[in-house]
């Protein structure tokens, strides 16, 4: 909602690419951590080492783009992507103590399905 009363379509745009961005250099930085990581690692296809690290050079330099043009919003939408992390330390911190179980997918599948009964179909 913080992002709506902005107002403008420039402000929403720096706060989407800002996050999207960032997320798509994670993802990609995590295939070259793999290859370095688990070199022998089973891969359906192989990528040539230079398509990641020219995106992830591309990634970077573009959220650095978006950051010195409009710092404000891209700060609010790093602390928006920052805020989650007390929710998953403490869903974390529940599910060790034994406090939060999670249900098997069908169960839990069921469960969700049921008032729509799409599940026994």
Known sequence: MAML??????????????????????????????????????????????????????????VIAIVS???????????GILSALPVYACRQCLRTRGYLVSAPLQVRQKRCCAPFSVCDR
């Open 5 to 62: 009363a902005a107002g403008n379509f420039d402000s929403l745009l720096a706060y989407f690419s800002v996050a999207a961005w960032l997320f798509y250099f994670l993802a990609v930085s995590c295939l070259l951590v793999l290859r370095w990581s688990r070199p022998a690692a089973h891969r359906p296809f192989q990528v040539w080492l230079v398509v990641p690290v020219a995106f992830c050079c591309i990634a970077v330099a573009l």
């Open 69 to 79: 043009q409009q710092p404000v919003e891209s700060a609010l939408a790093v602390l």
